[in-house]
């Protein structure tokens, strides 16, 4: 009996802390810093960049980067309608750039822009 309440509270648990959005990121923007408004996706299904997975990525002043800080799942599953892989967000975003990646401080998703599979 233990072990199966030791289980149960394991996997609620785990799934509980999937389910969060990144604590790491800052939940209000840093008045100092300057507010960026991007284009968000799938760097993969989306943006056409090289890899073997699928994950975030802005377009910031017309260059793609992978983002450091913000899961592909978490606004959602990626593959749902509106998920990063299905659609292209707008998005506000604080960080900096370091070796070719984002690293976000802040990244608040907005509404849905376009849904690349809708024009194919």
Do not use: W
Request: aromatic share 10%; glycine share 8%; hydrophobic share 35%.
């Amino acid at each position: 009996m233990k072990l199966i309440c030791t289980l149960l509270m394991f996997c609620f648990f785990t799934t509980v802390g999937l389910a969060q959005v990144n604590k790491n990121l800052a939940s209000k923007p840093d008045p100092n810093k300057q507010l960026l408004s991007v284009d968000v996706s799938c760097g993969e299904c989306n943006f056409g960049m090289p890899g073997n997975d699928c994950d975030v990525a802005i377009i910031l002043n017309g260059k793609k980067y992978f983002v450091d800080g913000v899961g592909i799942s978490d606004y959602g599953h990626p593959h749902a309608k509106d998920g990063f892989c299905m659609a292209v967000h707008k998005a506000e975003i604080q960080g900096e750039i370091v070796k070719d990646r984002f690293k976000a401080t802040y990244f608040k998703r907005l509404e849905k822009t376009t849904n690349p599979t809708e024009s194919k």
